[in-house]
């Protein structure tokens, strides 16, 4: 598939529960809802978001299609418009054989098993459709449920960095997963 096409037009995809769709610039708005909760930010080392950075924000991510640097997604619950969550692909490597995975919940959602169903649809477009060979995720180590999420789904440790993020007068440090094409389930 030729990479122009991946980004200008990515993919909807529906799971039991969530319709996961290309993020759009109407989303802003459900969006800044968990991107200015400082409990779901400080989970990746970020102040929240204000409402006018939030809405920069989205045009930015609809901005990088064009310049391939990444592709994002929300995800809503089946039969609502608004977003509960977004995940994304950023971080290419040049050659687009890697790429780094991000995600985020709305925190009333936390812990109903929402993103370990989001993402699988997102990995194996990614593996399939993209091209990709190996799929990193770099959470802070403390970030537990960001750990287990990952090594759910299949992902390696493969290490840790350390005190590569300055937070709140804290260097953190972060944990370093991987998933190859080989390591995930082939579509039955
Ligand atoms: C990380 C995050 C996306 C997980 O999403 P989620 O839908 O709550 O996760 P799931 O319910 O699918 O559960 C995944 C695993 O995390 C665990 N988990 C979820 N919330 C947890 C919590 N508050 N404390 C401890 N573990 C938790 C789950 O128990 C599950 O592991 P298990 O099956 O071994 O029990 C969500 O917590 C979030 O948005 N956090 C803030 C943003 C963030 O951290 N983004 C990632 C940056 S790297």
Redesign the pocket.
Known sequence: MKLDRVFAHPPTFNTDRLRVRPIELTDAKALFEFMSDRK?TE??GQKPRTWEETQAWVRDRLADRSRRGSIYWVFTLRGDSVAI?SCCYWNFEPGFRTAEI????HRA????????EALPPIISYGFARLGLHRIE?S?LAE????R??LL?LGFKNEGRLRQRVFFRGRYLDQSYYGLLREDWPKPS
């Open positions: 779901v989970r990746y969550g991000g995600y985020e919940l959602h936390w812990g109903t098993g929402i993103m370990t995720a959470p970030n537990r449920p960001s287990r999420l759910k």
